[in-house]
């Protein structure tokens, strides 16, 4: 089938979705208007359209809305309806920051992300929490931010299992520690980053790896070590010769030839 043909056949069905969406925001809309401001269900109508505008991929006014809806629906909004505790009081916040953040409400934001860090009902919250306080923190790049991005990265570490979350924040930590000269330790990260959740190899952080050990000012042989356990078990002798190109690129002659020479010797 032609790819205009295709696209003709997949528009309508396209449409259709988008339409029903907007059609249940209206309805839903239209129902909770309908509502006295004071009614005890008017919360939970407000936080189902609010989930909805939200889950829309809305632009900035949409984000708007859907942020006003779940302030609304967190504070009950002079209704007689229970006011939103524990984890369904942290689920709404958890979507508010998240609006926040996308409408660059920095401030905002963040105190509703300290707030989600320090509770304890939902863990997976906790850890989303800290890795949004550590990239603000990374993001305005003073000394003491560089600090607190540090902390709450390892935050992050403490509150996940395994998996990719994980390898990311590791990731991070590395960055930060490579940029302030602290290199055995932002090899250690780096290392720690080295695998995915489906235990496969993150080629960027191999490349990065590479890379951090190259600014070791040594001769090459404990880097070497490393680096030909792990091409073996990749199957990637060409790991050795990068290397030993990142130890010359660094000005680091000696360790570079002894690399080569190893290397050469292999093949």
């Known amino acids: 089938m032609k790819m205009a043909s295709w696209l003709f056949l997949m528009v309508p069905a396209l449409v259709s979705i988008a339409s029903a969406d907007q059609i249940l925001i209206t309805e839903v809309d239209s129902l909770r208007n309908d509502l006295p401001i ?31 809806l779940y302030e609304e629906a967190l504070t009950g909004a002079g209704t007689t309806a229970a006011i939103p505790a524990g984890m369904q009081r942290s689920k709404i916040q958890f979507q508010i920051a998240r609006l926040a953040s996308d409408l660059g409400q920095t401030d905002k934001s963040k105190v509703l992300w300290l707030e989600l860090l320090s509770q304890n009902d939902l863990p ?48 991070r930590r590395a960055w930060l ?68 190109e990142a130890y010359y690129s660094n000005g680091n002659k000696t360790a570079g030839t002894y690399i080569l020479d190893y290397a050469n010797q292999k093949s």
């Open 124 to 171: 997976d919250l906790q850890r989303e929490a800290a890795l949004r306080l550590a990239e603000m923190a990374e993001k305005v790049g003073s000394q003491s931010t560089i600090t607190e991005a540090k902390q709450y990265y390892t935050r992050a570490i403490e509150l996940c299992s395994s998996g990719d979350v994980c390898s990311y924040a590791h990731y």
């Open 38 to 68: 004071n009614d005890p269900s008017r919360p939970l109508l407000t936080l189902r359209l609010a989930d909805l505008i939200f889950y829309d991929a809305p632009g900035p006014q949409q984000k708007k809305r859907a942020m006003a």
């Open 177 to 244: 520690m490579k940029n302030e000269g602290e290199i055995e330790a932002a090899i250690s990260e780096m290392k720690m980053a080295l695998w995915d959740s489906k235990k496969q190899v993150k080629e960027e952080a191999l490349r990065d790896l590479v890379l951090f050990l190259s600014l070791r000012t040594d001769d090459g042989r404990e880097s070497l070590i490393f680096i030909e356990e792990l091409a073996a078990k990749l199957s990637r002798l060409t790991l050795l010769t990068d290397l030993a």
